[in-house]
């Protein structure tokens, strides 16, 4: 696949699509003794992004509440994880996401890692708005304090968000791919830097020879080079970027798989992806699952989640097991 090919989400707007009789449906559902679950799946499942924000401002002016406070309060555990994730604009989930990653004792690197190998160049800029606006922080200046060496840099290089964009240059394709063999022979402090100079900068075609001429220069995959050159988060963030470059659908499949089968249902990475990627490009990845793992994304979701946190997931992932 190359990133111009043809992606698709799972979700999509809702036609005929009434605001005001969606906020009155929530409103009902969450106003009751007992919380209408299924009724909040139904709805929030079922319309994309900009709809979901016009039904919280129309909640707002209906019942004077914040609709995703009423969420929090109204539900817990992982079922409330999804449905407050939801009614997040993408640039302010992402946002939170990584806050939320960094703030506490201890940091995921993996969360950081996989949302900022994947983003494009107008996500990053969006996120790092987004993330000052509701936390009053900078982003650059929170990954500097909560990471360090090499994975840090890249990190901090990947946040500029200043990827070149479009056009590739055969003979520079080259003269890189020299760069990452050396920096993979060499592996001094200089190589690395150089090293992740060439994958953070440098747009997504001209990646894409780089790493043909890498693999004719080397005889080497660039993934397994790197795996056997490198180790640590540094390791992780610089395959999770090749990855990327090569399939983005392909890497959120592999994240998933290992997020549902090597960490015991790992329900943060599960629900980030699924909401993030819903209306970018969901269908494809649980395309790239089945073709990769043999069973369905939708399979794996159903025998490892349960009650309504399994419903929502399964709304978002659309379709049924019969589907990919």
């Not at 969606?22 to 139904?42: E, P, R, V, W, Y």
């Not at 409330?80 to 640039?91: A, E, I, N, R, T």
């Not at 890498?214 to 090749?242: H, K, P, R, T």
């Not at 798989?257 to 329900?267: E, K, Q, T």
Request: charged share 20%.
């Amino acid at each position: 696949m190359f990133c111009g090919d043809y992606v698709q989400g799972t979700i999509f707007p809702a036609p005929n699509f009434n605001p005001i009789m969606d906020a009155q449906m929530l409103g009902g559902a969450l106003q009751g003794f007992d919380c209408d679950k299924d009724m909040l799946i139904n709805i929030l499942t079922q319309r994309c992004n900009a709809q979901r924000l016009m039904i919280a401002e129309a909640y707002k002016s209906m019942y004077g509440r914040d609709l995703i406070g009423d969420l929090k309060e109204q539900l817990s555990n992982h079922f409330k994880d999804v449905m407050v994730g939801l009614m997040y604009p993408p640039p302010s989930y992402d946002a939170h996401e990584l806050w939320h990653a960094m703030k506490g004792v201890g940091t995921d690197e993996n969360c950081l890692i996989e949302i900022l190998a994947s983003r494009t160049n107008g996500e990053i800029f969006q996120m790092r708005e987004a993330y000052c606006l509701q936390y009053s922080n900078n982003l650059q200046e929170d990954i500097y304090s909560e990471t360090s060496g090499h994975f840090r840099d890249t990190l901090m290089n990947l946040v500029q968000g200043t990827r070149e964009e479009g056009y590739a240059d055969p003979a520079m394709a080259a003269q890189d791919a020299m760069v990452l063999w050396e920096a993979c022979q060499q592996k001094t402090g200089e190589h690395k830097t150089m090293l992740q100079m060439i994958l953070c900068n440098k747009s997504y075609q001209q990646l894409w020879l780089v790493f043909q001429e890498f693999q004719n220069i080397s005889g080497q995959d660039m993934v397994d080079a790197i795996n056997e050159c490198y180790d640590g988060y540094f390791q992780e963030l610089l395959v999770a970027i090749v990855l990327c470059v090569r399939d983005k659908p392909a890497y959120f499949a592999y994240r998933l798989y290992s997020a549902i089968h090597d960490f015991g249902f790992h329900n943060k990475t599960v629900i980030r992806i699924l909401i993030a990627r819903s209306e970018i490009d969901l269908l494809t990845i649980r395309k790239r699952y089945k073709e990769r793992y043999g069973k369905s994304l939708f399979h794996d979701i159903k025998n490892f989640a349960s009650g309504h946190y399994k419903k929502a997931l399964l709304a978002i992932c659309a379709g049924d097991a019969e589907d990919y």
